[in-house]
């Protein structure tokens, strides 16, 4: 899993500044931001993410992450895109850093 410059709780249970890739069994938890509810922190890994080329979001190639589904489904009628699961976000943004690598040699 790939990280810049960001806080990770490690499952030996102490925080640690990373940069660089990171081996995902060493995460104990990673957290994200519901879309709806901006104060309200949500398990990356049983989040539902949105896809959408209409709505810009801080997270990055138009990714946004909602607590459940209802949410998720609501933002996509004012912003159509794709439903994905956590893997298939992975998926997705591994993608796309790997087209960043190879646009950059």
Known sequence: MEVENH???TKEHEWTLIEGD????????LLTIDYSNPT??????KA?????PTLRSPMGL???SFADRANAEETA???PGEMLSWNQTKRLVQESHQK??????
């Open 48 to 52: 539902v993410y949105l896809h959408s």
């Open 100 to 105: 960043t690598r190879e646009h950059e040699k």
């Open 62 to 64: 138009n990714l946004t």
């Open 22 to 29: 990171v081996a995902e069994e060493s995460v104990a938890l």
């Open 40 to 45: 309200v922190l949500v398990d990356a890994a």
């Open 77 to 79: 009628g004012r912003h």
């Open 7 to 9: 806080l990770l709780y």
